[in-house]
């Protein structure tokens, strides 16, 4: 099947600092791709909708200036952590769609640690 | 979308069957019914879907009842390496461009 990278696999940083995490659809091209956020022994929470060449469409108490998401060519999304604190620490996962498929494909995850 | 109920956990033997159980009372005639699996740490790898037909491939079937109110994800002969939280999603189109919402999932512990 397709595959989708992530980068970093992990990551700490000092609180107050930003932190960005790629999204790559390797073998193929996504318009759409999905960022969620995942805690410890909790399911996973989409974040928002990240559209190539718009803007990204935010859930309902996700803060868009504090998670930046670019969508700028059909194989990368970003998502960018700015001000990060501890409560930020999380699992962050990015998920594409192939054209002429029905599932979704998941990048391996971030773990973010800000200390 | 409809929401969909899962029990929070169960067990299962090496080389037994492994049947999830999905209650999505509220579903309508235009949702498909999806199950993806997260393995410890890893991102979410999708297992299969189906509409009212049952359904079968190379990892798992799917069974959903006539009235499409419920359906059971079955593991034919679960490995140690099936130990996962599973997810029923309740999708209303079957593009790969639907947002994802998922619920609290089933924790599948298979053991020696």
Redesign the interface.
């Known amino acids: 099947g397709a595959v989708?990278s992530q980068h970093p696999s992990r990551v700490i940083c000092k609180s107050g600092t930003s932190v960005k995490i790629e999204c790559r659809s390797l073998d193929f091209q996504a318009?759409?791709m999905?960022w969620?956020r995942q805690f410890p022994k909790q399911?996973?929470?989409?974040m928002a909708?990240s559209n190539e060449g718009s803007k990204a469409t935010y859930e309902q108490g996700v803060e868009k200036d504090k998670f930046l998401i670019n969508h700028a060519s059909l194989t990368l999304s970003t998502l960018t952590v700015t001000s990060a604190h501890p409560e930020d620490s999380s699992?962050y996962?990015c998920?594409a769609?192939?054209q002429g498929?029905?599932?979704?494909?998941?990048?391996?995850?971030t773990?973010l640690t800000v200390t | 979308d409809a929401k969909t109920t899962q029990p929070p956990s169960m067990d299962c033997a090496e080389g037994r069957a492994a049947n999830l159980p999905c209650n999505h009372s509220t579903i309508s005639g235009n949702e498909y019914v999806y199950w993806y699996r997260q393995i410890h740490s890893q991102g979410p790898q999708y297992i299969i879907h189906g509409l009212k037909n049952n359904e079968t491939n190379e990892m798992a079937s799917l069974i959903i009842t006539e009235d499409r109110k419920s359906s059971t994800l079955i593991l034919p002969h679960a490995t140690l390496r099936d130990t996962a939280v599973y997810y029923c999603i309740v999708l209303k189109g079957r593009y790969n461009t639907d947002k994802l919402i998922f619920g609290t999932g089933t924790r599948l512990q298979v053991f020696p």
């Open positions: 989708v318009t759409t999905f969620y399911s996973l929470m989409l909708t699992f996962i998920s769609g192939e498929s029905y599932e979704q494909y998941f990048g391996p995850g773990r």
